[in-house]
């Protein structure tokens, strides 16, 4: 597997692609986050822009392949283990786009409450916006796995499915990312920093439930 997601990630980097989503997210962070705003509010706002971007990313490494290579890849490794590579790739490549945003935050954030009172430690608020972060995503990550092949191939129902499932994602009652994001929030109103430990097992568990499923979808298709 780790050959596989060697050659995924080297694929993603020759095609460029991850441009468009990288950017995004840091044209994101560095208009919504600015110096001195108060870290917890600023964790959550870079957390939450993990989501749609980690959908969008997991689209283009399900789609990167031509169709040659993905043909052969397939007959190597099977169907599956191919899907499941380039998923993974796209979760690492989100992953790593949320941590150096939330290391972004922590340097420039304010370390306190809201109304800027209550002494908030970095060390708590890091760990905490790391856990919103993964929440984040990893719902990217399972958005993004429904919302492309096998299950849709028309690529503007793809999208446009895409887009209204990750805003659903963060908005939607009883939704881990929206419980992480809120946590953070709330918390900078009172200085308190809840950790996001509940969400982040709601977020795998939803994330391998879809992942199996596509990937075990891919391999009869195959």
């Not at 060697?6 to 560095?30: D, E, H, I, M, N």
């Not at 009652?173 to 809120?182: I, M, T």
């Amino acid at each position: 597997m780790s050959a596989l997601v060697r050659y995924q990630t080297a694929l993603l980097l020759r095609s460029q692609r991850w441009l468009a989503p990288v950017l995004l997210y840091v044209a994101f962070v560095a208009v919504g986050v600015q110096p001195g705003n108060p870290v917890l509010d600023s964790l959550g706002y870079a957390a939450a822009g993990l989501l749609p971007v980690g959908a969008w990313l997991a689209r283009l490494c399900v789609t990167q392949e031509p169709a040659a290579a993905r043909e052969c890849a397939a007959a190597a490794a099977g169907p599956g283990r191919v899907h499941l590579a380039a998923l993974a790739t796209a979760l690492g490549a989100t992953a790593l786009l949320g941590a150096a945003g939330t290391l972004y935050v922590v340097a420039v954030g304010d370390p306190a409450s809201a109304d800027h009172r209550v002494a908030v430690p970095l060390g708590p608020a890091t760990a905490a916006g790391l856990l919103a972060g993964a929440v984040c995503a990893l719902l990217g990550a399972a958005v993004g796995a429904l919302g492309s092949r096998p299950l849709l191939h028309a690529r503007g129902w793809s999208l446009c499915l895409t887009a209204l499932a990750a805003l659903l994602a963060l908005v939607a009652k009883g939704s881990p990312a929206r419980y992480a994001v809120n946590g953070l929030v709330n918390g900078s109103r009172t200085g308190d920093v809840h950790l996001a430990v509940v969400p982040l097992i709601a977020a795998a568990a939803l994330t391998a439930t879809a992942w199996a499923a596509v990937c075990a979808l891919t391999s009869r298709r195959g």
